[in-house]
Structures are given as structure tokens and as C-alpha cells.
């Protein structure tokens, strides 16, 4: 069974901020969300995760709702090099890289 | 470039025949993982080896092995090769304890 659920496909302007938003009602308290991409039959490229505090790095910058239910990647200024199947996972901190995936959001940046 | 090697990118063989992918993990990474994406499956978890133990097991098949070897590079066997097994699998590997795993580029397996 699914444990996020994500829109199929969202388009984003070059240079605008890119918010994917991803839904997780049925996280448990010891599950993180995480965040990878794919870029066209590429290996999955981690992004970014967190428990329940906002986190950000040099690549995006993720929003957690104070009941964990949901979460939003924002990816800050796209590029087209952003273009990718963006996917989101929640897993426990023991799974390690035991990671389901599920459909993702392919994310297309448009000049 | 993760720093996680696959070999080889390509491979094409015939319906009953047997391959081994090869994976060599990032540098003091002692996890494994490899995985299967096909086009109606999406991304599935296969295995991990973590120190050359296997410490957990998704959905593979009974005709697919995997080890782990001494020096952390892993091998993925698959045997009776059938059409529906043609894929990209990819292998990925992480520090002890950590989620974040940092993933190869991929073998595309061909079964014809």
C-alpha cells in the first residue's frame, strides 16, 4: 500500500520556485519524509529529509505541517536541469536505504 | 557522479540464460541495496547486504541472488532469464545508519 500520495505531474517556470506537495496521512512517529529525483532513467538522487522541523540545504528547502500529515519540496529557483521524477518516501530512520517508492511527480521546467 | 559504480550499462541476453550485475559501493559504505525498475513496476527494492550479511529482502525472485564480498562490492545474479525481466536495475549504497542512500547508474537489462 501507497504511503504518500503526490500529483502525477506538475510543469514550472525556469527561475520560479517549484512546490511539490506530497501527502502522508498514515505516517508514524519514527518515519522521516524523504525526498529523491530521477532524472530521465538516471539513478534516484537524494534531496533532502526531515521528522517534523523545516529543513533546508543547497538544493531545496522542505516544509512539514505541524501534524506531519503532509509536506512541501520547494525547489527555489527551477532550472531546467530540474527536470525529473520527483519522488516522496516516508520511512523509518532504521530502514536505511530500504526506501519504497512510489509513482513520484514528474516535474517539467519550462523555459 | 554518486560515487557508486555499476557494471556493465547494458546488457542484452536471451530468455532462459543467466547474468551478474556488479555493484561497487561508495567508498566506507558497508550497505548494499539493489533495486528493479521496469515500466509497469516502477522502482522496487530487491535486497540489502550490510558488511556481506543480507539484512533485508523486498521483492525478488527466487531466480535472483545477490552477495555481498569482502571488499564491499556486490554481485546480482540473475538466473532463467525471462522477458519480463528486462529492466533498469540499479544498485545503491549508504553509511551505517543513515537513510540517504546514493545510487549507481543503472544496468539496462535486455531480455529478448
Known amino acids: 500500500d501507497a504511503k504518500t500520495t503526490q500529483p502525477t505531474s506538475m510543469d514550472c517556470a525556469e527561475g520560479r520556485a517549484a512546490n511539490l506537495p506530497c501527502n502522508h496521512s498514515?505516517?508514524?512517529?519514527?518515519?522521516?519524509v524523504y525526498w529523491y529525483r530521477q532524472i530521465h532513467s538516471q539513478g534516484p538522487q537524494y534531496i533532502i529529509h526531515?521528522?517534523?522541523n523545516n529543513e533546508t540545504n543547497e538544493m531545496a528547502s522542505l516544509i512539514i505541517t505541524e501534524d506531519r500529515k503532509s509536506s512541501t519540496l520547494i525547489l527555489p529557483h527551477a532550472t531546467l536541469r530540474d527536470t525529473a521524477v520527483y519522488y516522496c518516501?516516508?520511512?523509518?530512520?532504521?530502514?536505511?536505504?530500504?526506501?519504497?517508492f512510489g509513482a513520484g511527480t514528474q516535474v517539467v521546467v519550462t523555459p | 557522479d554518486s560515487g557508486v559504480t555499476q557494471t556493465p550499462k547494458h546488457l542484452i541476453t536471451a530468455t532462459g540464460q543467466r547474468v551478474t550485475l556488479r555493484c561497487s559501493p561508495r567508498?566506507?559504505?558497508?550497505?548494499v541495496y539493489w533495486y528493479q525498475q521496469s515500466l509497469d513496476q516502477g522502482l522496487q527494492f530487491l535486497i540489502q547486504y550490510y558488511n556481506g550479511e543480507e539484512r533485508a529482502k523486498g521483492n525478488i525472485l527466487e531466480r535472483f541472488s545477490a552477495q555481498q564480498f569482502p571488499d564491499l562490492h556486490s554481485e546480482l545474479n540473475l538466473s532463467s532469464l525471462e522477458l519480463g525481466d528486462s529492466a533498469l536495475y540499479f544498485c545503491a549504497s549508504s553509511v551505517v545508519g543513515k537513510t540517504e542512500a546514493f545510487f549507481g547508474q543503472g544496468t539496462r537489462l535486455t531480455v529478448v
Open positions: 526531515g521528522l517534523k
Open positions: 567508498s566506507g559504505d558497508l550497505s
Open positions: 518516501i516516508v520511512s523509518a530512520s532504521d530502514s536505511w536505504g530500504k526506501l519504497q
Open positions: 498514515t505516517i508514524s512517529g519514527n518515519e522521516y
